[in-house]
């Protein structure tokens, strides 16, 4: 389904979406009064563009650094093509530790490799540590937003659904209550787990470690408790040096909730004494992305949400409407590279307003890119045969003068003359909620000539 | 000396559906003594092609565009969304020093007057409570203004334009450049979002005791206009145009 039917299904709830709207721009208020205080904001934005380009230009001598480097700390590294062999080597490292519960802490790259159902479908236990990314597991639902999963949902929502599988009592959304619930429930879930999973937010290249941000802890509870950690990173995580860290993590608390800093910034850079630390490398479509000049910024992405939490789009539309792991803005110029037919409908679902460029902590021009994979997707995909039509006719049009002013006399015409069903029907997609301007004079190329002539 | 020469660009539909913003816009430029052509055949600079994907088709119309504004030191349009495609779009053009001419020296009208002319009082008065729409192309893609979302010190090309206007009171909104959904085709290929968004920009300016919303881009406030007329709100549209050249 096209993300406009979707959303225009969203929205026939308007008062959650005046929720949802009102939620989301709440964060970004935060983000902009956290910003404010940092000086050099932009500055800092900046860097943290120029610092990514330069990963991206040597990637392939990063990574080799950071996987030398992690063996050295006695880690054992993997690298996976796609998500297929990513779920393998989860797989073959659960088999060797006869592991039949695990932990997991949010990470958007094994959502994006499906990783839950693959492991599910072997008999293993998976539990999301991360209360949103839990809440929706519960509903069998994938996450509507990268950093806060469960946005879409209500407390009521979630009351009814704790009641359901966790046997909570009716509380009517208490979210003292609930979260507590919750913490029982997974506290218990981390005591069993026999391996934690985390995803990555930088790899360090000269330390050879990982940095976890979470704001409840629970990359921490659920690696320390475990026999063996497995890391999962894109290839695009890397940052070259440890003192980067200080930019990318002001960067990104700041532009993904406002908090100065997210609670916890794990740094994992061996395993505990008797137990194994597993890193996985994932490429899965990001070198082909890489190769695309004009889509290549997109990798400088930390995923923070914060062109989520800006797009009036994505405000109104939920993130589900976007069906692809990553929603809203950044994922609309990301999933076209993964599978350019099915996701061809996002790139156009933006009035290119450019807010989204403008919170993008690592300055990924992600309204440039927009108008880019439209180009694209018009070339490469097959068209609906009346859009297609008109704005071929009216590329004929525009070009000749003559035409032109015939086209215009018409429509002005039309628009002054014929009765309103001919003018307010299913085909005009503008008036079923809008009344089209009403035409009273000459235009002005009319107006101007019998002025120059009186004159 | 040569004296400056001004082609007054006017995008398509404000020729067809919306001549009193061309009108005010030649009169304002008029006023201020600028030597001002309207140059016969131009039809649209490209833009509802290009954000549709169909930027390939829209070469023929970029070319006339530059063939009528080729010989003129300054182009100046009321739009900021057509200025902008053709200062950011007319990349898909052989870049001739021509087509680099018309792009380096667009205009968008509040732009021209307050960082050409050095004008930000036209003399004129307009004893309304007026709402600014600033539209996302001219804002963030002109930076005729400062942007809540960008970190620095505040500015606004139409807000210095319409604080000299004589009994205006200008009003101040919650969300102060949210994008108001129309998007060119966005409206019709999404709708459903395009109203939606358009609803909460109106009840922004019906909060904030508005009677007239304005704005540099003639497509936004036709969008919201086509919102207002069929729910019937108290509220008014008029170009920025309009306003700075009304002497009532």
Not at chain 1, 149 to 171: N, R, Y
Not at chain 1, 173 to 192: C, I, T
Not at chain 2, 22 to 31: D, R, S, V
Request: aromatic content about 8%; proline content about 4%; overall charge neutral.
């Amino acid at each position: 389904m096209k993300h406009s039917e979707k959303a225009e299904i969203f929205n026939k709830d308007e008062a959650k979406v005046n929720w949802h709207d009102k939620a989301l721009w709440y964060v970004r208020e935060k983000r902009d009064n956290s910003a404010h205080k940092v000086q050099g904001w932009e500055y800092l934005r900046e860097l943290g563009s120029g610092i990514k380009a330069n990963v991206l230009s040597n990637l392939d001598e990063y990574l080799i650094q950071f996987e030398s480097n992690a063996k050295k700390n006695g880690i054992h590294v993997h690298w996976a093509s796609n998500a297929e062999e990513h779920n393998e080597i989860v797989n073959s490292i659960l088999v060797k530790h006869d592991a039949k519960k695990v932990v997991k802490s949010k990470s958007m790259l094994t959502e994006e490799c499906h990783l839950n159902p693959y492991l599910e479908k072997k008999g293993i236990e998976v539990i999301d540590t991360d209360l949103g990314e839990r809440i929706v597991q519960l509903a069998k639902e994938p996450p509507s937003h990268i950093v806060l999963p469960a946005i879409h949902k209500t407390k009521e929502e979630v009351d009814v659904l704790f009641q359901e599988h966790l046997g909570t009592k009716p509380s009517q959304g208490n979210p003292e209550y609930l979260v507590s619930e919750a913490r029982k429930h997974l506290r218990n879930k981390f005591l069993k787990a026999d391996v934690a999973i985390t995803g990555v937010n930088f790899a360090v290249a000269d330390t050879g470690g990982v940095v976890v941000c979470t704001n409840e802890g629970n990359a921490d509870m659920g690696v320390h408790l475990a026999k063996a950690h497995i890391a999962c990173m894109g290839i695009e995580k890397i940052i070259p040096q440890e003192k980067h860290l200080g930019v990318f993590l002001r960067l990104l608390a700041r532009s993904a909730t406002g908090q100065p800093i997210t609670t916890y910034s794990s740094h994992f850079n061996k395993a505990e004494e008797g137990k194994e630390m597993h890193i996985i490398i994932v490429d899965n479509g990001r070198t082909e992305q890489l190769s695309r000049e004009d889509f290549r910024a997109s990798l400088h992405c930390i995923r923070c949400g914060a062109c989520m939490n800006t797009c009036p789009i994505y405000r109104r539309s939920g993130g589900h409407s976007y069906d692809y792991t990553i929603p809203g803005p950044i994922g609309s110029i990301l999933s076209p590279g993964k599978d350019l037919k099915k996701h061809s409908s996002l790139p156009f679902a933006s009035t290119l307003c450019g807010s989204c460029s403008n919170v993008c902590p690592v300055k990924i021009n992600i309204h440039e890119q927009l108008y880019k994979w439209r180009q694209v997707i018009v070339k490469e995909e097959k068209q609906p045969v009346i859009k297609k039509a008109v704005l071929k006719t009216a590329g004929v049009v525009l070009s000749k003068p003559g035409l032109y002013d015939f086209a215009g006399k018409s429509a002005r015409f039309a628009l002054k003359n014929f009765p309103k069903f001919m003018i307010y029907n299913k085909l005009n997609a503008w008036g079923k909620a809008r009344d089209l301007p009403e035409v009273k004079n000459d235009n002005f190329d009319e107006w101007f000539k019998k002025r120059n002539k009186d004159g | 000396m040569k004296k400056t020469k001004v082609g007054l660009f006017i995008p398509c539909y404000i020729n067809q559906l919306y001549p009193q913003v061309a009108i005010a816009t030649l009169e304002l430029l008029e006023k201020l003594n600028v030597d001002v052509y309207y140059p016969q055949g131009q039809t649209c600079c490209g833009q509802p092609l290009g954000n549709s994907g169909y930027e390939e088709d829209s070469k023929g119309a970029c070319n006339l565009f530059v063939e009528n504004f080729k010989e003129y030191d300054y182009i100046v349009g009321p739009s900021g969304s057509c200025i902008y495609h053709v200062k950011h779009h007319f990349d898909i053009l052989e870049q001739t020093p021509e087509v680099i001419k018309v792009r380096n020296n667009a205009y968008e009208l509040c732009e021209f007057l307050v960082k050409i002319l050095g004008v930000t009082d036209l003399g004129a008065s307009f004893p309304h409570k007026v709402g600014l729409h600033k539209s996302c192309h001219g804002l963030r893609g002109l930076k005729l203004g400062s942007c809540s979302e960008v970190m620095g010190p505040h500015f606004s090309t139409e807000e210095d334009l319409l604080n000299n206007v004589k009994g205006l009171e200008l009003m101040s909104l919650n969300r102060k450049d949210e994008c108001c959904g129309f998007g060119g085709t966005f409206s019709v290929f999404e709708e459903a979002i395009s109203v939606k968004m358009g609803k909460d920009r109106i009840q922004d300016h019906l909060d904030s005791d508005v009677e007239v919303i304005t704005g540099a881009d003639h497509s936004c406030l036709m969008h919201l206009e086509g919102l207002i007329n069929r729910n019937k709100q108290p509220l008014k549209v008029m170009h920025i145009a309009e306003i700075l050249n009304s002497s009532l």
